[in-house]
């Protein structure tokens, strides 16, 4: 069955360094996600991406946050100067271009993001 | 907007009891609604869904949910609990802004615990 696929499972990086986290969506889809998840903390929606354009952005997805589809496969999320509190889980998800009743997002199995 | 609430943090039920995780939801529009299972260090896997039709709706595990429009609910139910079934469990409904990339806002999660 495809699945979303994402890497590294972990990153570690310092404070003010720029982190790429990738992910390869399910090939036949069309609309790609980002959530973030704080340990303990509840997921949350950061960005969609639709027609190589993002489409909706949450009040978190600052200046600080991009993300691209560079190639027809990959979609990645760069942080361009990481802070402590960027430290969490990230999602990806993927769906395709299916009838609205059809509707579902299937994630990847996140990256853990340590900003130390 | 659109928001979910998930009553009770954490719920524990015995091995073979029933299983009862409650979800409000909040909506301007039709809600789309998901249940979605996350073991530990895990992804997010779909458990079931709500968009149209049946109010009624079976997932994966012996899981159901019912939507219930008047009472804005979907909880999620299952008639005999299993050791496997500890984990947590996000209420998630979809985000509407027009477009067809919409996110999913998520409630706060529910930790089932199930003991021997």
Redesign the interface.
Known sequence: EPEVTQTPSHQVTQMGQEVILRCVPISNHLYFYWYRQILGQKVEFLVSFYNNEISEKSEIFDDQFSVERPDGSNFTLKIRSTKLEDSAMYFCASRDRGLSSSYEQYFGPGTRLTVT | AQSVTQLGSHVSVSEGALVLLRCNYSSSVPP?LFW?VQYPN?????LL?Y???ATLVKGINGFEAEFKKSETSFHLTKPSAHMSDAAEY?C?V??Y?G???????????THLIIQP
């Not at chain 2, 477009?99 to 999660?109: P, R, S, Y």
């Open positions: 789309y979605y895990q992804g997010l896997q779909l869904k968009t149209t039709g996000f998630a979809r985000k802004s477009g067809g990339a919409d996110g999913l806002t998520f409630g706060k999660g």
